[in-house]
T-cell receptor, first 114, second 115 residues
Framework: EDQVTQSPEALRLQEGESSSLNCSYTVSGLRGLFWYRQDPGKGPEFLFTLYSAGEEKEKERLKATLTKKESFLHITAPKPEDSATYLCAVQATRTTSGTYKYIFGTGTRLKVLA | DSGVTQTPKHLITATGQRVTLRCSPRSGDLSVYWYQQSLDQGLQFLIQYYNGEERAKGNILERFSAQQFPDLHSELNLSSLELGDSALYFC??????????????FGPGTRLTVL
């Protein structure tokens, strides 16, 4: 069964304490893996799209990487304003019909303490 | 501000009723996506329209329907509402129709409460 699993569910970091969030996936025909940031009560904000294993993308203190089974979102020297829920999603091909399916993980709630 | 607008912000209704949620995409965006976010199920993709045509379908119930109008705004219709339909409904828009190649911009959401 196609699945996207994010870990940990919640993470508390001290300001400046670097860490990584994990998104593991079991889908066939991956077309893209996406990272979003979501603040409470607001819509998700797009961060990155990764297309193939080995790809890396960076934005400020965030760096996303992709392997054939999982993606990591590395947060370097986080600040309190990085506190949010980080969502991972994949677009994959439905093998029976050739159409696409979109699966979201349940997110990692990150809290960065000053 | 993403440039995507959604109305209303909040909606409270009763079981069995029908409601319509409205979304206006960013200027120039041709694609509109609808999502449902509930506490127990997380964010779920419902449906996508591109330039007035249905492009992709996710976990949308038969009681739900959507359309995109010639001016590109979209409406999500929810009927025979059940308690479990209470959720945040997000609309997003993008320039093109390919989910993998286009950044999506999300609106502020409509919070639906079914009593």
């Amino acid at each position: 069964e196609d699945q996207v699993t994010q870990s940990p569910e919640a993470l508390r970091l001290q300001e400046g304490e670097s860490s990584s969030l994990n998104c593991s996936y079991t889908v066939s025909g991956l077309r893209g893996l996406f990272w979003y940031r979501q603040d409470p009560g607001k819509g998700p904000e797009f961060l990155f799209t990764l297309y193939s294993a080995g790809e890396e993308k960076e934005k400020e203190r965030l760096k996303a990487t992709l392997t054939k089974k999982e993606s990591f979102l590395h947060i370097t020297a986080p600040k309190p304003e990085d506190s949010a829920t980080y969502l991972c999603a994949v677009q994959a091909t439905r093998t029976t019909s050739g159409t696409y399916k979109y699966i979201f993980g349940t997110g990692t709630r990150l809290k960065v303490l000053a | 501000d993403s440039g995507v607008t959604q109305t209303p912000k909040h909606l409270i209704t009763a079981t069995g009723q029908r409601v319509t949620l409205r979304c206006s995409p960013r200027s120039g965006d041709l694609s509109v996506y609808w999502y449902q976010q509930s506490l127990d199920q997380g964010l779920q993709f419902l449906i996508q329209y591109y330039n007035g045509e249905e492009r992709a379908k996710g976990n949308i119930l038969e009681r739900f329907s959507a359309q995109q109008f010639p001016d590109l705004h979209s409406e999500l219709n929810l009927s025979s509402l059940e308690l479990g339909d209470s959720a945040l409904y997000f609309c997003a828009s993008s320039r093109g129709g390919d989910w993998a190649l286009n950044e999506q911009f999300f609106g502020p959401g409509t919070r639906l409460t079914v009593l």
